[in-house]
């Protein structure tokens, strides 16, 4: 058989034709471990092989494909792709060309994910009439999350900054692995032991699929399920969706949101307050304005300008008048009297007083106050008030959580 003559160029060309052409090699699955990741940033294109124990292959996933990746690839990382095999003329280099990737696991945790929530929805546990709502001012909030995590620091932040007359409760828990539905039951049922606490936050940062895997756990949702009081679910981001978010009473998208909408915000409160104060005051000056205008108008009338030309009947009868005026003011008085002392009840409620007199100070710099220690520097002069007095003292050290 008499040799081919071929250019290196067509060699690799007929070579691509084979392999493009076989269609067992048109549209495969392959799972393996990521080595070698490179961005190309100029292009956005992907490069990376992919290996498993016993083989290695050269891969490429072309930027209009890796748009649709939820995730940033890294090496050491288990992926399962869909593509095809080809050659790249130019180096005659046999390469995979993905076109999809998941995390490995993915698609399981996805059909668990589906199979738990059918389940259980079926059973009512989703229902809104399960609902319940979630208390205007609680004064002591569970919090279930992991004790070094942001989303604890997240709400903390955002608790003391709109409503510091509430308790925050930690029950520190694992977030994420194998042992972390348990733990996470674990802590729920130590809350539940609490008879002080009016409501409860469960949640954690965002993270992959695999992350939030332990709040879709079944027995973790039936547990959440049999809270005593309101419970905010807050895993993850906004895009995200885990089973315990359609358990719970509420779903926040963040831990961050979930303090927000866990508290009122004292500011918006007072402003309230001063509101509604005002129109009760402008309410009240109005009707007794109106009422002294119908009285005057009532008095100017000629029987009461000359009562001696009136019969007997109609003096009793004028007798009794003034008694229902008289009697109609006083109720009004005590009215007012009534929603005045509830409303400066209110304002007594919220002010920075009341909360010292549980045991908290204000710390000021430059009378101004200060509930974040980024805001201090060693030597500073602080004044901090009490409820019965005040101290002047200088930091000496500073200390983080």
């Known amino acids: 058989m008499q040799p081919i003559n071929l250019t290196v160029k067509q060699l690799n060309m007929y070579v691509r034709s084979l392999l493009e052409g076989d269609t067992n090699l048109a ?48 090496d050491g990382m288990r992926v399962v792709c869909r593509g095809y095999v080809s050659l790249y003329e130019r180096d005659g280099q046999f390469q995979f060309y993905a076109e999809t990737m998941r995390a490995f696991g993915e698609g399981d945790i996805a059909a668990e994910f589906e199979r738990i929530k059918q389940k259980l929805q079926a059973e009512g546990l989703f229902d809104t009439s399960r609902k319940r709502d979630i208390p ?23 608790t003391s900054r ?15 692995g194998v042992s972390a539905p348990e733990e996470l039951i674990k802590a729920l049922k130590k809350a539940y032991l609490r008879s002080d606490l009016d409501l409860i936050i469960i949640g954690r940062g965002g993270g992959s699929a695999e992350d939030l895997a332990a709040f879709n756990d079944e027995k973790l949702a039936r547990t959440v399920a049999l809270s005593p009081v309101p419970i905010i679910s807050a895993v993850g981001h906004e895009i995200d969706f885990t089973i315990c978010d359609f358990v719970a009473d509420l ?95 209110a304002l007594e409620a919220l002010s920075p007083k009341s909360v010292m007199e549980r045991g908290y100070s204000i710390v000021l710099k430059n009378n101004k106050p200060i509930v974040d220690t980024s805001k201090l520097k060693i030597g500073d002069e602080l004044n901090i008030r009490f409820t019965n007095g005040s101290a002047e003292v200088k930091v000496s050290k500073l200390l983080s959580e």
């Open 136 to 158: 205007k001012f609680p004064k002591k909030i569970g919090v279930i999350t992991a004790e070094s995590g942001a989303a604890f620091k997240d709400i903390l932040q955002v």
């Open 27 to 74: 549209s495969i699955t392959l799972e393996g471990e990521i080595s070698g990741f490179k961005n190309h940033f100029s292009s956005g294109h992907w490069y990376f092989t992919l290996k498993d124990n016993d083989a290695s292959v050269k891969s490429v996933m072309f930027k209009g494909n890796t748009l649709s990746v939820g995730f940033k690839p890294e």
């Open 162 to 176: 709109r409503y510091s007359a509430c308790d925050i409760v930690l029950f520190p828990s694992l977030v994420q």
């Open 251 to 345: 779903r926040a998208p963040t831990p961050s949101a979930a303090a927000e909408l866990a508290v009122p915000s004292t500011e918006e409160l007072i402003k309230q307050i001063d509101f509604l104060f005002g129109k009760i005051t402008a309410s009240s000056k109005k009707y007794i304005i109106e009422s002294q205008l119908w009285l005057d108008s009532l008095l100017s009338k000629s029987f009461f300008l000359n009562p001696q030309t009136l019969f007997k009947p109609f003096e009793i009868k004028q007798s009794s008048i003034f008694e229902q005026i008289k009697n109609s003011f006083v109720l009004l008085l005590k009215n007012n009297e009534i929603e005045l002392k509830e409303s400066v009840a």
